[in-house]
């Protein structure tokens, strides 16, 4: 259904009503847009009718009026009988969101939405169900007004560096991390009577859940260094000391690499990390300020991700470093990090896919608990 036939004055209602409803109702419909107008000047385009039919028996009322007028009233004043739909409903006024879709699961929800928004009607979409507990959770059904613009194929960058002493993720820091406005897919902005209007940000993922920024590491960890037994720059300690990684092992697994054949590689389940270093990467890169929604199969895994979330969610109980890589063979070093609900990877390795061994890349991802899948570069974690 397609609410795009909205009048903007009482000649263009009395040529919506004859030829969008049926003929029982015109009357009745024309003195319902009369009474509405006179009562709120303001809003001289009150009503949207579907384009796709001739003798309608529906009609959606702006979402602004939603608390302003009683339409039950208004029905009866208007002899508009109980057969004649009246809602709330924006219609097609061209306030759909801008901007590109990233992928297949944004679009269905930016349509999904969006056809609530102008109907009020969203139980065709393939995601329904999380439509409906996100209208709950933030009261939207209360909306005067409400609009959706996607965001997800500007792929906005977090470009990770250290800092006044932590670590610095795109603008978040250890002590400042509220990245709605960074990592959103869908921005929904909706108003509600006498309160200010506020933002939601959607942060939307598939395969994965949010992945964490990638550092550059080609300057933290320069082939000479490495070639030298031992990293000096003071950001490549950094990095190190954050995770706990030893120093002459870790130079030892590349030049390994590079002679052919890494054997000293293993695990250390018990590093000396940093944890005021770690967890301020973490947090800065996980960010609060935005609802988490994780699409894995059929279902969606969604919740507010508040302050208080995230630092219980990133308050770090273990680590674990590997050198070699999980097989203990291979030219990279990574960490797992567990804190109470979640787990984390991280890796430095080679991302060009040449058999270069010298390190170019720090990445990292992660998965609460109840999560089957991780967000993972291309080619994964795996050797």
């Not at 003195?31 to 009150?46: H, L, W």
């Amino acid at each position: 259904m397609a609410f795009n036939v909205i009048p903007k004055n009482l000649t263009e209602m009395r040529a919506a009503a004859g030829n969008h409803i049926d003929q029982r109702y015109r009357w009745g419909i024309i003195t319902f847009y009369r009474k509405i107008v006179d009562a709120n000047p303001s809003i001289p385009d009150p009503l949207a009718f579907n384009s796709g039919v001739t003798s309608g028996s529906s009609v959606k009322v702006i979402r602004a009026l939603k608390g302003q007028i009683d339409v039950a009233k208004l029905k009866r004043q208007c002899e508009l009988g109980p057969s004649f739909k009246v809602t709330f409903g924006d219609g097609s006024r061209g306030n759909r969101g801008t901007g590109n879709r990233g992928n297949l699961f944004e679009d269905h929800l930016f349509q999904g939405l969006n056809d609530w928004i102008e109907t009020g009607e969203y139980t065709n979409n393939t995601y329904k169900n999380f439509i409906f507990d996100l209208i709950e959770q933030y009261d939207l059904d209360d909306c005067q007004s409400i609009s959706v613009v996607a965001e997800g194929a500007q792929n906005k960058k977090r470009p990770i560096v250290f800092e006044s002493g932590n670590w610095k993720i795109g603008e978040a820091t250890a002590a400042s991390y509220d990245i709605g406005e960074t990592v959103t897919d869908l921005t929904l902005t909706a108003k509600l009577k006498n309160k200010p209007a506020k933002k939601i940000y959607l942060s939307l993922k598939t395969s994965g859940t949010t992945t964490m920024s990638n550092l550059g590491v080609k300057k933290t960890f320069p082939k000479t260094e490495i070639q030298s037994g031992s990293i000096t720059n003071t950001v490549g300690l950094k990095v190190l000391e954050t995770f706990g990684i030893d120093n002459k092992r870790f130079c030892r697994i590349f030049n390994e690499a590079a002679a052919g054949k890494v054997t000293s590689g293993g695990d250390d389940e018990s590093p000396d990390f940093d944890r005021t270093l770690l967890q301020g990467m973490i947090r800065g890169s996980i960010g609060y300020g935005y609802h988490y929604t994780h699409k894995q199969g059929n279902k969606i895994k969604h919740f507010p991700m508040t302050k208080q979330k995230c630092d219980t969610a990133t308050r770090v109980i273990s680590v674990t470093v590997h050198y070699g890589g999980k097989t203990g063979t291979g030219q990279r070093v990574d960490i797992t990090v567990k804190t109470p609900v979640m787990e984390l990877k991280f890796n430095i390795r080679d991302t060009s896919g040449s058999s270069n061994p010298w390190p170019d890349k720090l990445q990292s991802a992660y998965k609460f608990n109840d999560e089957t899948t991780y967000s993972i570069p291309t080619d994964g974690f795996e050797d």
